[in-house]
């Protein structure tokens, strides 16, 4: 590639929880579907189909020199590339610049910034676990009357999802735009829920993060296509409601 003539070194920047994921039932379809389309645009370019099949293995591309990871501990794909662990917005200047780039005003979106409930919603299909997330939330809200619940709904979110999100009893649905990781960043004292959301790996030692899925798997839904391995030490998977504190 042209690049490689210049000794262009190729860094690959963490990517959520995808250095840490089994892919399941959809992936390798979707890899077959990018070979079809792969087979089908080099025979309209060059007169001749080429055959490729994509690889699933995380940062396997020859142009990649080097992976940069939040937890390299927990990355288990054999690779040859230099794997180099990386620190995100550890001190108060990061974190600074990037309330100014955002316009982050924590008050005006949060109301609060200490004793919440901060619930980070992700993108659901069934209608069965939807039901079982509103009747979780709503179990969330009783147990923990003193805190406000914030929902921040998920651009990819249905407006089915986000309709049932939004009718549950004193909850508080949020549309920011902002990523999930600088509204863990500024808050305290508080509890932050996701079924799974990468944005948990974003660490606040002022707040409790859990994930849900093992919840969820264990009143009887099964995961979906991605199962997400916690790469942490800080997020907590519960089973049971309890686990929640």
């Excluded at 309709?163 to 549950?168: C, D, G, H, P, V």
């Excluded at 990523?179 to 004292?189: F, H, M, T, V």
Aim: some cysteine; charged content about 25%; aromatic content about 12%.
């Amino acid at each position: 590639m042209l690049y490689k003539g210049f000794k262009t070194k190729i860094i690959l920047g963490p990517d959520g929880s995808k250095p840490y994921s089994e892919n399941r039932l959809l992936a390798p379809r979707w890899v077959i579907r990018r070979m079809v389309l792969f087979f089908k645009f080099t025979n309209i370019i060059f007169g001749w189909p080429w055959v490729h099949f994509h690889s699933l293995k995380y940062g396997n591309l020859n142009s990649i020199d080097e992976i940069l990871l939040q937890f390299p501990e927990s990355f288990k794909v054999k690779t040859k590339k230099i794997v180099s662990p990386i620190e995100l917005f550890i001190n108060e200047r990061e974190r600074y610049l990037l309330g100014k780039i955002y316009n982050i005003n924590y008050l005006n979106i949060l109301g609060r910034t200490n004793k919440l409930v901060l619930y980070l919603n992700q993108p659901l299909v069934s209608k069965d676990l939807i039901e079982s997330e509103c009747d979780l939330i709503k179990k969330i809200i009783y147990k923990f009357p003193e805190y406000k619940l914030i929902i921040k709904a998920h651009p990819l979110s249905s407006k089915i999802h986000l309709e049932k999100l939004k009718s549950i009893e004193n909850s508080n649905l949020i549309f920011e735009s902002i990523p999930a990781e600088l509204l863990i960043l500024g808050i305290n004292d508080s509890i932050i829920l996701s079924i799974d959301s990468a944005a948990c790996l974003m660490n606040n030692v002022d707040c409790r993060i859990y994930w849900l899925l093992k919840y969820f798997i264990n009143i009887g839904h099964k995961p979906d296509y991605l199962t997400t391995k916690n790469p942490t030490k800080h997020i907590i998977e519960v089973k049971e409601l309890d686990q929640i504190i």
